[in-house]
Nanobody
Framework: VQLQASGGGLVQPGGSLRLSCAAS????????VGWFRQAPGKEREGVSC????????YYLDSVKGRFTISRDNAKNTVYLQMNSLKPEDTAVYYC??????????????????????WGKGTQVTVSS
């Protein structure tokens, strides 16, 4: 089971990035998936989590209306589209997945260590 995140980089405030998380060794169709981030000196926080089985999605309040989580089941990949980026979005972003779909996305995103499988992070820096 592997998760590989990519797509991070340096972007100016107001800009956009799309993060990708490719899964191998299992199908994301039947997993809760999520994106988390950790800024220097801060605890990891859940940005967005999605439960495909019950069509339920969680977003951190500070990213609502700017970030969108989505899946491409054919590519076994999860995306995080990030628009209107702000300097405070600067962090290392991680993707994660868990097969226990009876838990809500809210539970996973507000319990930063609940997900079973984690990918390595990708750095997002928002700066002029």
């Amino acid at each position: 089971v592997q998760l590989q995140a990519s797509g991070g980089g340096l972007v100016q405030p107001g800009g956009s990035l799309r993060l990708s998380c490719a899964a191998s060794g299992f199908s994301l169709d039947y997993y809760v998936v999520g994106w988390f981030r950790q800024a220097p000196g801060k605890e990891r926080e859940g940005v967005s989590c999605s439960n495909n089985i019950v069509a339920n999605t969680y977003y951190l309040d500070s990213v609502k209306g700017r970030f969108t989580i989505s899946r491409d089941n054919a590519k076994n990949t999860v995306y995080l589209q990030m628009n209107s980026l702000k300097p405070e979005d600067t962090a290392v972003y991680y993707c994660a997945a868990d097969p226990r779909t009876y838990y809500s996305p809210n539970y996973y995103c507000t319990s930063a260590d609940a997900m079973r499988y984690w990918g390595k992070g990708t750095q997002v820096t928002v700066s002029s």
